[in-house]
């Protein structure tokens, strides 16, 4: 059973640094892309960043390139998406996704199989 669970989110000022943290469990990822997105209520989810498991190419969103950044660890089977300087705007709650077999580059919804429960960060001005 694959599971996906982040941690890491909570309350910042805005210009501050978060680290999200996404354990992945279950199965082989070495054909997957793992990726974030954030979903904002009453909105649609968005992709934030992806990074392919084998050779680590990584994507962004437009709005977070040069702010995040999305990377992985082998040994702990873990993804990462740092965030910094912040702003009230990235307020969301942030969803890990793993999506076998896509071409290469950002993530769609419609491409992910397994998603995490999600975890809210809050960027107050």
């Known amino acids: 059973q694959v599971q996906l669970v982040e941690s890491g989110g909570g309350l910042v000022q805005a210009g501050g640094s978060l680290r999200l943290s996404c354990a992945a469990s279950g199965r082989t990822f070495s054909s997957y892309a793992m990726g974030w997105f954030r979903q904002v209520s009453g909105k649609e989810r968005e992709f934030v960043a992806a990074i392919r498991w084998s050779g680590g190419s990584t994507y962004y969103a437009d709005s977070v390139k040069g702010r995040f950044t999305i990377s992985r660890e082998y040994a702990k089977n873990t993804v990462y998406l740092q965030m910094n300087s912040l702003k009230p705007e990235h307020t969301a709650v942030y969803y890990c996704?793993?999506?076998?077999?896509?071409?290469?580059?950002?993530?769609?919804?419609?491409?992910?199989?397994?998603w995490g429960k999600g975890t809210l960060v809050t960027v107050s001005s």
């Open positions: 996704a793993a999506a076998e077999g896509v071409r290469a580059g950002p993530l769609l919804v419609r491409d992910v199989d397994y």
